[in-house]
C-alpha cells in the first residue's frame, strides 16, 4: 500500500445515523443533544437521515451556520431550500478539509416521498462516492428503490470506490434486498441500533465496493445517543486500495 493511501487507511471513519429530526426518545426536539452525538462519533464522513422536516419548507433541525462554527464538518449542499440541510432528509456531513468534488441528488421510486443523495470527495489524494439513503418501511418498494440506486450509480457516472450507508429499515441480513446490494458490494450490519433504548433491529448498514476493507464496526452507545434519537449512529473504520487498483 503506498503512503498516501495508508494515510487514508488511518484516518477514514464513516458513519450513519438516523436523528429523528432532534426529536429524542423523551419527546423533546434537542438539535444541542444531537449534535453532541455527532461530536462524539468523531466520523469522518457521516450520513444523517431525518435530517429535514417533511413538510413545508422542510427545515433542517440542525442549523448549517452552527455545524460550520461549532464542529469541522460541513454539509454537502444536496438541499434546493436554505432551510434545509439535505434532500429528502438525507444529509452527509463531511470534514471541512475535504474537497467535494461533485454531489448528485438521486430520485428514488415510491409512494412516499423517499430519495438517496451521493457525493464525490477528495480525501488525500483519493477519490471516492459516498450514498446515503433512508429507504421505504415497504418491501416491495425497497427491492424497487436498490435496483434503481444501483443503475443509476453504476449506469450514469464514472466508476469510483463507493459506500453506501444509511438506514435501510430491512430488519433481515438474509432479505432479498440485501442480495441486491451483494451483487458488487459487501454489506456491513455494525449492530442493533434500533430502537436506541432497547435495540433489537439491525436496520442501519455501511455497504462498501471492493476496493474497501471494513477493519472495525459497531454501534454508538453513550448515554447520550442513548435517548438523543430512537436510532442509535452506526459506524466503520475503512481501508483503501490505491487507485491503480481501481478497474479499467
Known amino acids: 500500500m503506498t503512503p498516501k493511501a495508508a494515510k487514508l487507511s488511518a484516518m477514514l ?19 444541542e443533544r444531537t449534535l453532541r452525538v455527532i461530536r462524539e462519533l468523531e466520523c469522518d464522513i457521516l450520513a444523517l437521515q431525518e435530517a429535514d422536516r417533511r413538510f413545508g419548507p422542510r427545515a433542517s433541525t440542525l442549523d448549517r451556520e452552527i455545524i460550520l462554527a461549532e464542529t469541522d464538518y460541513q454539509a454537502v449542499p444536496f438541499a434546493t431550500s436554505v432551510k434545509s440541510l439535505g434532500w429528502h432528509g438525507n444529509a452527509i456531513l463531511v470534514r471541512k478539509a475535504y474537497e467535494i468534488l461533485d454531489y448528485r441528488r438521486i430520485e428514488l421510486p415510491t ?17 471516492i462516492r459516498v450514498a446515503a439513503m433512508h429507504l421505504s418501511l415497504i418491501g416491495h418498494f425497497r427491492k424497487k428503490q436498490i435496483t434503481s440506486l444501483m443503475h443509476q450509480l453504476h449506469e450514469h457516472l464514472d466508476y469510483l470506490p463507493t459506500v453506501l450507508i444509511g438506514d435501510l429499515n430491512e430488519w433481515r441480513g438474509t432479505a432479498g434486498s440485501i442480495r441486491l446490494f451483494e451483487e458488487r458490494y459487501a454489506v456491513t450490519t455494525p449492530g442493533r441500533s ?17 476496493e474497501f476493507t471494513v477493519e472495525k464496526a459497531g454501534v454508538h452507545k453513550s448515554k447520550t445517543a442513548r435517548i438523543a434519537s430512537d436510532h442509535l449512529p452506526v459506524w466503520a473504520r475503512l481501508s483503501l486500495e490505491p487507485a491503480g487498483h481501481l478497474p479499467g
Request: charged share 25%.
Open 13 to 31: 471513519k464513516i458513519g450513519s445515523y438516523n436523528i429523528q429530526k432532534s426529536i429524542g426518545v423523551d419527546a423533546r426536539r434537542r438539535p
Open 111 to 127: 409512494l412516499e416521498p423517499r430519495g438517496a443523495v451521493a457525493a464525490d470527495l477528495n480525501i488525500a489524494g483519493e477519490k
Open 194 to 210: 434500533y430502537p436506541s433504548l432497547m435495540p433489537v433491529g439491525s436496520l442501519d448498514r455501511i455497504i462498501t465496493s471492493p
